[in-house]
């Protein structure tokens, strides 16, 4: 958002989805919105109705978001899209529904259409992910992964990969019909047939597929109902020997509140990790990416901006993209002071999040304590311990002076914070439990 303003990021978020849909699809659905709004993290578009909005929202919202977290830099914007009630009457002709067009089947999201395996680098980071996905859109029927469950850090492919399934299937399967969902729909289509007391509508979308391509599965944390009708189409569909791929920010056993049945479940097949990659692979992503951009940056762009982002591929492509419509709106190159100025933003606004009271308030949320607590002079171990976390993870993600850390914590003194941080590495060794936990907050705070 420090490069555009919100009216701007609309119209680049528009163009970026113009790229990935059919063209009647855009101009139907997408062409006459406008931005209206915005109301801290959240942009109100809107549209010409309420059917245009919602249709919108839960065909293109998710990936619509995407591009604009992608633009921003930043992964905290939400999109709401609003519109006056349709008139009713003869007089509103929408668009219908496209009931194939991008998909094999009705009620598939839509895909992006660079999300193929041409465009995905491979590398140490996500080789066994990617082979999982390769093998089971190459040998459809014989479900030797069955499920197929890819997890990963924000930002790293996920996404990508089970679309780019998708995309094999459609243009050189043997006519094999799958379903793209994202979780989040999938939880919206249950709770609107609760509303309406009929399940059918939750059940089609599981039906007469060969493929389930279901993204973000960590969205059934908590939404037991769903989770239980879910189980069952799960079942089913495995039984009848269709392939299902499953996509999660963490591993099965990392996911809470699920029924254990289900864990054991998304373990039955193969469970592939996605890593942040290392420096070799960024660079060839960055390389990808400007050859599709049809831009021209010098090697030593490319090197400054593959050794400063680190964590995220999705911050990579957000700069590149940036960076070509900040040189396509001045109709300057693309150089490295212009380099350097994004990055400092992007890297900005990572550590504008990282600040002693944002960490605490993690800590103190993961442990089920009150940030005062954490700050105060109890030592009972239950209180201690997360204090001692606290401050060894600020230590770790800022660049706080253990003097000003122990003052921030009710004018501990220094000694007390090393302390805090050597005995934390050593209980970190001996307690897996507490070293999983420090790893959601840490992976809470990070990405982005
Ligand atoms: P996730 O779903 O894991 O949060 P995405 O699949 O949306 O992440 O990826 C974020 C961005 O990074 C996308 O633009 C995607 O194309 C790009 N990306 C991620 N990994 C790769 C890769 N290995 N090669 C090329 N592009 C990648
Ligand atoms: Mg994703």
Redesign the pocket.
Known sequence: MDTFDPSELWSLCLQEAEKNLERTEFESWLRNSSYEDINGTRMVIRFRNSFVAGHVKSRFGTMLE?IIC?LSGRNDLALQFVGDPAKPGPSTSEPAAPSTGNSSSPDSMYLRS??TFD?????PN?QLAHAGALAVSSDAGTTTYNPLFIY??????????IQAIAHKLRSEGDGSSFRYLSTEYVVGTFIKCVLQKDYSKFRKLFQGIDYLLM??IQFLEGKVETQEAFFHRFNELHQQGKQIVL?SDRPPHELKDLPERLISRFQWGLVAD?KP?EYE?RLA?LM??VRDEELDVSQEVLDFIASSIRKN??Q??GVIHRLAAISRLTGCSIDMNMAQKEIKSTLGTISRRLTPGSITSAVAEVFEISPAQLKGKQRKRSILVPRQVAISLIRELTSMSLKDIGSFFSGRDHSTVLNSIERIQELRETDPELDRRIEEIKRKLVSI
């Open positions: 995407e992608e660079n999300y465009h995905f680098v491979v590398g996500n990963g850090g924000v930002g790293l492919g996920k996404t990508h990969l993204d973000d996509t996605i990659p692979t992503i990808l990416l591929v999705r990579l492509s």
